[in-house]
Each structure stands twice: as C-alpha cells, then as structure tokens.
C-alpha cells in the first residue's frame, strides 16, 4: 500500500491507498501509448511557463532534457511504470521530479490532468487520423493500379446479387476508390473540427496565472486556442467522430470483402485469392479459405462496437471532467488498430489477386444483361421505354423458355415482338457491344472509365 504522501496529489490524505482501488483507478497499463504526446505537450507547456516568466529558463532547460531522456527510456522499453502514479501523465511527471527536484515540481503550474490529457488525446488522434489518411491512400492506390492493369475485363454487375447489366471490372474497382476518397475527406473534416487546443483549461475554469494558451496552441500545431475552458475538458467529440469515420472506413471494407468472398466462392469463380492470403482447414485437405476478407468483416462488429461504446460512456456525463472519461481510450485505441491493420492487410490483398479472365467474360453470357440495351434500341427507334420494356421481356421469355441468348435469336424471332427491330440490333447485343455502348457520365464506358483512371492517377 502506498501512503498518500507519495502521491502526487496526496497533501491532503493521512491514510493510504487501497490497493485494490490502485488497481482500479489506474490507466498507465494502456494509456501508455500517449507518452510521446505527453511528453511534447509537456515541453511546449514549459514553453510557454517560461516565456510568461513563471519558471526560470535554467528550470526550463532541466526540464526539457529530462523529459526528452524519459522519452528515449519509454521508447526503448527501459522506463519502469508504476501504477502507483496512476497514468501515464503522473508516471512522466513523478520521474521528472525525481530526477531534476525543484524544476520538476514547477511543470505542472496551471495546469491539471484534465487539460492534458485532453491535448494529449488529440494530438494522438490527430496523429491517428493522418495515419489512417495515409492507409486509405494507398490502399485507394492498390485498387487504381489494379483498375488500370485490367482496364479491358468485363464482368457481371450486380443488382440483388442477380446479373443485372455488363460492367469493366475496372470500374467496379474506380466504385471502391470513390468510396475511401469519401472515408479520407471524412476524416480530414473530423481533423479540422479536432484542432482546438484545450491546454490553459487547466481542472475546468482557467487560470488566474499570466498564461499563453495561443502560444502553446500554435506551438503543437493547433488552429485556434480553446474558447471555453469548461468545454475544453468536457469535450470528446473529436473521439466519437474519429470512431465513426472509422467505422465506416470498416463498414466499406466489409462490403468489399463480402463482394470479394463471394466472387472467390465456386459458385461464382471469377476472382483468384493468392495462396500468401488464404488459410488451409485442419481436417479437410483441399481447403483454400479466404479468411483474411473474413476476419475484416468480422472485426467490423468490434469497431461498431467501439463506438456504441464511446457514445454510451459520454451519454448523460455532466461537465466538465468525469472519471468516465478514462474508459475513452480502449474504444479509441481499438478501433484505430484493428482499422489500421485491415487496411494495410486489404491493400495487399488487393495487389495479389487476380481476376479470372475467361470465367467473368463467359458469365456475362447469362442472366440477359443486354435486356436493357435492347430496350434502348427500340426507344432509340421512337418507342416509349414501357412499351419496350414489355416487348423485351416478352423476349427474354420467349429466349430463355429456349435455352437461347438475345443475341442467338434471328430477326424473325425477335420482330415477333416488335416490328420496329431490325438487322443492326445485332451491334447493340451481347456483352462487349452493351460496353461499347455506354456513352453517359460516370458509367462503363471504356472511354469514360480511362479518364478516370487518368484523373484519379493525377489525385492520388
Ligand atoms: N488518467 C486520466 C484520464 O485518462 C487523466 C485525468 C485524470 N484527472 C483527474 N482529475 N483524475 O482521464
């Protein structure tokens, strides 16, 4: 048991800490991970304590030194923790004190735990989200490289999971670029929002020492100073919105992985997971399975939950600092790792595998995916699109009831229909022609496609 004078904070306690509230209150076991932040916000704090003459610039020297020491300690693992010292923010502060004394004792002036830990939050979430930016980017690369290299293979698209319309494959992969562009604008608002610096709050209210809360801010890269110094300490929305934009980063891998999980089943065949990302089945030999696309939508769940969790703890907190708010860092923390190893893990992912060529082009054979086209041609010929709808269905029956594809069928056949069909309805049958034909913004066209491409090139 450790008295209370041993504390930082134990001045006013006679008696000691219980061991088991040690162990319950502490945090340094995870909040560990924010030392570098601490120990900068820590610096620029003496900083600024010097400047406004309230420590000394020998103190400030002395302090600055050893914290850059505990700092090369912590990174290579030779810093000793206690949990005695609660979190990371008074294991850093105790071991100054120990080591330089008086200096040491000064850095903690006008300010409290609570604006500290605040700033050291955001300046690791921000560090997060310019990491996370820097994933989202190359994994946006992968795909556009992928998308470039099979710029001409045609594939099934889907509408309910049924085929629907011819599509490149190329474009499909442009669609998933689209999506992470949106995760990265999303995070780049979220940072903005985030970069307000809460240091000069101190416990809640401000201080009434001579302080400099726009020097310290713009010193550690912050827009602006904190207006309101209870808000300053009370706010975690920069966490929750973190987690969500993370959340939806997972939400797009998810569906991506789902899409590609199904293309690599037999049933649809038309991608090929390289072996360096699949796993094998302890009983049954022939197993290739492709549990990495499993585990990124599995761990979905988590980050979902990450942020119910965030949500919850905040839910119904008053201000301005609450114990609560330490349980931040597990949901924070989480979802950050599990988002940044899904998508360094997806992004390799994506450069080994393989598209089967023959196998999407022959099932672009089935399910009448130039039904559409057809119907088009007949508008193109001055029929009202419903009453070309209805002839082509009719057509597709007709076709299907005899094992036929459109394009099999002769012109007899099919201006049994409709009259207004003729020989060059042949250009606008099948699969490669449906391609061909796509003209509008943003669709299949090859032409439009390679533009994009091009764009995206220069973009990223
Ligand atoms: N470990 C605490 C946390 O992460 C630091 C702030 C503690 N403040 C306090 N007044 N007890 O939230």
């Not at 796993?279 to 030999?285: A, Q």
Request: charged share 30%.
């Amino acid at each position: 048991m450790t008295n209370g004078s041993e504390k930082l904070w134990g001045g006013r306690f006679e008696g000691k800490t219980s061991p088991a509230v040690e162990d319950f209150t502490e945090s340094v076991s995870f909040d560990y991970r924010l030392f570098r932040e601490d120990i900068l916000g820590s610096m620029v704090h003496a900083e600024m304590l010097l400047k406004k003459n309230l420590i000394s610039h020998s103190d400030f020297v002395e302090i600055r030194d050893t914290l850059k020491d505990i700092e090369k300690e912590i990174e290579a693992g030779s810093f000793e923790f206690d949990k005695k010292h609660e979190d990371i923010h008074m294991n850093i502060e105790a071991a100054l004190i120990d080591r330089v004394g008086e200096p040491g004792l000064k850095l903690h002036t006008a300010r409290s735990r609570n604006d500290q830990v605040a700033c050291d939050l955001k300046l690791w979430t921000r560090k997060s989200i310019d990491s996370v930016v820097e994933l989202l980017r190359d994994c946006q690369k992968a795909l556009l490289n992928r998308a470039e290299a099979l710029s001409d293979i045609i594939m099934p698209g889907y509408t309910h999971l049924q085929h629907a319309q011819p599509v490149l494959f190329s474009h499909v992969l442009l669609a998933y670029v689209e999506m992470l562009e949106r995760d990265r604008r999303r995070l780049m608002e979220c940072r903005c929002r985030l970069n307000v610096c809460p240091l000069g709050a101190c416990a809640l209210a401000g201080s009434g020492l001579p302080i400099d809360p726009d020097f310290t801010a713009e010193k550690l890269g912050f827009d602006s100073p904190l207006n309101n110094s209870i808000d300053a300490v009370s706010d975690r929305d920069f966490a929750v919105e973190f987690v969500y934009c993370l959340s939806m980063i997972i939400m797009h891998l998810s569906r991506l992985a789902e899409e590609w999980l199904i293309w690599a089943s037999h049933e649809f065949d038309l991608l090929d997971l390289d072996e360096s990302f699949c796993t094998g089945s302890s009983i049954m030999p022939q197993k290739k399975n492709p549990d990495v696309l499993e585990l990124i939508r599995g761990k979905t769940g988590r980050v979902y939950g990450n942020l119910m969790d965030l949500l919850t703890t905040l839910k119904g907190l008053p201000l301005s600092y609450n114990r609560d708010l330490q349980e931040d860092k597990f949901p924070l923390f989480e979802a950050r790792d599990e988002v940044g190893k899904s998508l360094s893990v997806f992004t390799q992912l994506i450069s080994s595998t393989s598209v089967k060529t023959k196998q999407a082009e022959s099932a672009c054979e089935k399910g009448y995916m130039d039904a559409t086209a057809l119907a088009d041609y007949l508008v193109c010929r001055g029929v009202p699109f419903r009453e070309s709808h209805q002839a082509v269905g009719a057509i597709v029956r007709h076709a299907a009831s005899m094992d036929k594809k459109l394009c099999d069928m002769t012109i007899d056949e099919m201006r049994r229909f409709h009259e207004l069909i003729s020989e060059d309805v042949y250009d606008v049958l099948g699969a490669r022609n449906c391609i061909e034909n796509y003209c509008s913004k943003g669709s299949s066209a090859p032409r439009l496609v390679k533009e994009q491409i091009e764009l995206w090139k220069e973009k990223l």
